[in-house]
């Protein structure tokens, strides 16, 4: 079985500051892992995903993360935080190849001051 | 762009309806999806389907059951609703064999009174 778990369901930074979001996962396969970005009153878009080569993964919107197996992480970064940021952002897993279920962390809320 | 319309933002029902939530899909993606979402419990899983007909329990299908009988349409039904059903949900689809969800509709918020 594969989890997720998300340091952290309040996090804020300045504009211009770095952003970063935590996730580690556990699974008994390689995993494939993803993050996910839902702004307020709407459905959950896929930023990026991690399934098999590079470690270091971009994103939309100048976000990356980098799967790193010896930390079970998948940290979501972004060098500087812009007000449009704002949003609820959810890291999740599967195990690898096709047919398999993901899970869901239980999402972190990124607030953008001003 | 590619749009997943869910059929109600909002919607409001009493206990022990039968209740229908329908979720359209309009780029021929053969995978499609139904989750609930709750506070402090991100979302999970109720059922999805990799093709017409075809149909998976999810993490949580219990008093839920769906309907594909067309590709692009993907129905999730509350036998008797209760309150403990109510939540937002949330229909999403993919392309690709077994792809994870990729493209999510608005949602809908359900009360069940």
């Known amino acids: 079985a594969q989890s997720v778990t998300q340091l952290g369901s309040h996090v804020s930074v300045s504009e211009g500051a770095l952003v970063l979001l935590r996730c580690n996962y556990s699974s008994s396969v390689p995993p494939y892992l993803f993050w996910y970005v839902q702004y307020p009153n709407q459905g959950l878009q896929l930023l990026l995903k991690?399934?098999?080569?590079?470690?270091l993964v971009k994103g939309i919107n100048g976000f990356e993360a980098e799967f790193k197996k010896s930390e079970t992480s998948f940290h979501l970064t972004k060098p500087s935080a812009h007000m449009s940021d704002a949003a609820e952002y959810f890291c999740?897993?599967?195990?690898?190849?096709?047919?398999?279920?993901?899970?869901f962390g239980t999402g972190t809320k990124l607030q953008v001051i001003p | 762009d590619v749009k997943v319309t869910q059929s109600s933002r909002y919607l409001v029902k009493r206990t022990g309806e039968k209740v229908f939530l329908e979720c359209v899909q309009d780029?021929?993606?053969?995978?499609m999806f139904w989750y609930r979402q709750d506070p402090g419990l991100g979302l999970r899983l109720i059922y999805f389907?990799?093709?017409?007909?075809?149909?998976e329990k999810g993490d949580i299908p219990e008093g839920y059951s769906v309907s594909r009988e067309k590709k692009e349409r993907f129905s999730l039904i509350l036998e008797s609703a209760s309150t403990n059903q109510t939540s937002m949900y949330l229909c999403a689809s993919s392309t690709g064999q077994g792809n994870q969800p990729q493209h999510f509709g608005d949602g809908t918020r359900l009360s069940i009174l």
């Open positions: 780029m021929d993606h053969e995978n």
């Open positions: 389907s990799y093709d017409v007909k075809m149909k």
């Open positions: 991690y399934t098999t080569g590079a470690t």
């Open positions: 999740a897993v599967s195990a690898s190849g096709g047919y398999q279920k993901v899970t």
